[in-house]
């Protein structure tokens, strides 16, 4: 098998990719990391756990500081979700073992594929499984909401499902230091509808987090990502 192969075989998910063991999985790193690691460094205050839906699917979108978001944003959902990760992550055997038991696929950062807009369906046709995303499309320490792609936006709209914004802030800085833990705050704010033009969501997305985080939020002219057509 090619590494091309590889590469489309990890952007592209069926509905029976996203198994009980994936979520076992998860909630192992979750052990690790939230019990094991970051206490020992960070005390974690989760905020908005309420407004996290239990009746209907979701799209959680939150800003990006570290590689310990996915396992932030599950904790404070408390639910499985599936991830989109750029597809450069999948490109080392180690780094692609354990996005892929993360429930993690791979995207083109550049464009919205047909595999990216498949996936997601497939994700919503489980019984129990939701969708995390980062519109950043990289980890962003410079206390700024910007560089957003609009494709989270697109795939909303898609799927008809409203996005939940979530805002991470207090390890802009690494801190290795256990006697002066700093405080980590994962905070979730009030639903964006769906049921409004691409631009409208990707603004009240930006504006939402830079108040959840106390960011500046930079608006700028960018475009929605065009979806390319690729092979079934």
């Given at each position: 098998?090619?590494?091309?192969?590889?590469?489309?075989?990890?952007?592209?998910?069926?509905?029976?990719?996203?198994?009980?063991?994936?979520?076992?999985?998860?909630?192992?790193?979750?052990?690790?990391?939230?019990?094991?690691?970051?206490?020992?460094?960070?005390?974690?205050?989760?905020?908005?756990?309420?407004?996290?839906?239990t009746?209907?699917?979701?799209?959680?979108?939150?800003?990006?500081?570290?590689?310990?978001?996915?396992?932030?944003?599950?904790?404070?959902?408390?639910?499985?979700?599936?991830?989109?990760?750029?597809?450069?992550?999948?490109?080392?055997?180690?780094?692609?073992?354990?996005?892929?038991?993360?429930?993690?696929?791979?995207?083109?950062?550049?464009?919205?594929?047909?595999?990216?807009?498949?996936?997601?369906?497939n994700?919503?046709?489980?019984?129990?499984?939701?969708?995390?995303?980062?519109p950043q499309?990289?980890?962003?320490?410079?206390?700024?909401?910007?560089?957003?792609?609009?494709?989270?936006?697109?795939?909303?709209?898609?799927?008809?499902?409203?996005?939940?914004?979530?805002?991470?802030?207090?390890?802009?800085?690494?801190?290795?230091?256990?006697?002066?833990?700093?405080?980590?705050?994962?905070?979730?704010?009030?639903?964006?509808?769906?049921?409004?033009?691409?631009?409208?969501?990707?603004?009240?997305?930006?504006t939402?987090?830079?108040?959840?985080?106390?960011?500046?939020?930079?608006?700028?002219?960018?475009?929605?990502?065009?979806?390319?057509?690729?092979?079934?």
């Amino acid at each position: 098998m090619t590494k091309e192969k590889q590469k489309k075989n990890y952007s592209k998910r069926d509905v029976s990719d996203f198994t009980e063991n994936k979520y076992r999985f998860q909630l192992f790193a979750r052990f690790v990391v939230l019990k094991l690691i970051l206490p020992l460094f960070y005390k974690i205050e989760y905020i908005g756990r309420e407004k996290i839906p239990t009746d209907k699917k979701f799209i959680i979108a939150g800003n990006h500081i570290s590689y310990f978001d996915p396992i932030l944003a599950g904790e404070i959902a408390n639910q499985p979700l599936a991830y989109m990760g750029k597809k450069e992550l999948f490109d080392h055997p180690i780094s692609a073992f354990i996005m892929d038991g993360l429930a993690c696929f791979a995207v083109n950062r550049e464009k919205l594929e047909v595999s990216t807009i498949k996936t997601a369906l497939n994700i919503f046709k489980t019984e129990r499984w939701s969708l995390g995303i980062f519109p950043q499309g990289g980890i962003r320490r410079n206390r700024k909401i910007e560089n957003i792609n609009k494709g989270f936006a697109a795939i909303a709209k898609q799927m008809k499902t409203d996005i939940i914004p979530l805002g991470i802030s207090g390890c802009e800085e690494n801190n290795w230091n256990p006697f002066k833990r700093k405080i980590l705050k994962v905070i979730i704010g009030d639903s964006i509808s769906y049921n409004q033009e691409v631009d409208a969501i990707f603004d009240e997305w930006g504006t939402k987090v830079a108040i959840l985080t106390g960011y500046e939020y930079i608006k700028e002219e960018t475009h929605a990502k065009e979806v390319t057509k690729e092979p079934v």
